[in-house]
């Protein structure tokens, strides 16, 4: 046999492989991936934004309380409550991300189940899945997203209710 591609007896591939639906695949995978690194930097800013807050209350807090409780210590406390509870939402271990593959799913559809699926007609139902995926990730990245950007205008309205109560206004 002289096929270029072999019969897919001794090199697995069949000659009705398409390698569009490959990349595709492959460029499904990485937007998966990218999608997951999102994920690990809001977490990694929201512990940034801990560290912040806790640092500018500590340090701006004290000294704003040496000389009592005044409207802007109030609204400074409560605003660091309001990052607080921001900060709770991002950190939120959610368990319906879908970043990977059911390795047992993967056997019994496509090997153990009988049916004689190309490589190519894996790659497009496993791409289309994957699509499903981000689609479902990204709600709960949005509300990350937002809740991120929320803490971060209380952060500078905290520091700011500080400021103003060090300075008297």
């Known amino acids: 046999m002289n096929d270029k591609q072999g019969s897919g007896a001794d090199t697995g591939v069949r000659g009705d ?9 492959q460029e499904a995978v ?3 991936l990218h999608q997951q690194n999102v994920v690990e930097s809001l977490n990694t800013r929201a512990g940034n934004l801990i560290f912040a807050a ?4 500590s340090l701006l807090g004290s000294r704003a309380l040496s000389d009592g409780l005044g409207l802007w210590d109030w609204i400074a406390m409560t605003l660091l409550l309001g990052i607080g509870v921001l900060i709770a ?3 939120y271990p959610y368990y319906n991300y879908t970043f990977r593959f059911d390795p047992e799913e993967l056997l019994g559809q496509y090997v153990d ?10 790659h497009r139902e496993l791409a ?38 060090i300075g008297g206004v």
């Open 54 to 57: 806790a640092f500018a209350t």
């Open 128 to 165: 289309l899945r994957i699509k499903a995926d981000m689609i479902n990730n990204w709600r709960v990245i949005q509300r990350i997203r937002m809740a991120l950007q929320l803490s971060l205008i209380l952060f500078l309205l905290e520091i700011l209710a500080w400021v103003f109560s």
């Open 30 to 32: 990485r937007g998966l």
């Open 89 to 91: 939402i991002m950190l």
């Open 17 to 25: 492989d398409d390698p569009r639906l490959a990349f595709i695949y």
């Open 113 to 122: 189940g009988g049916a004689d699926a190309t490589m190519s007609a894996i």
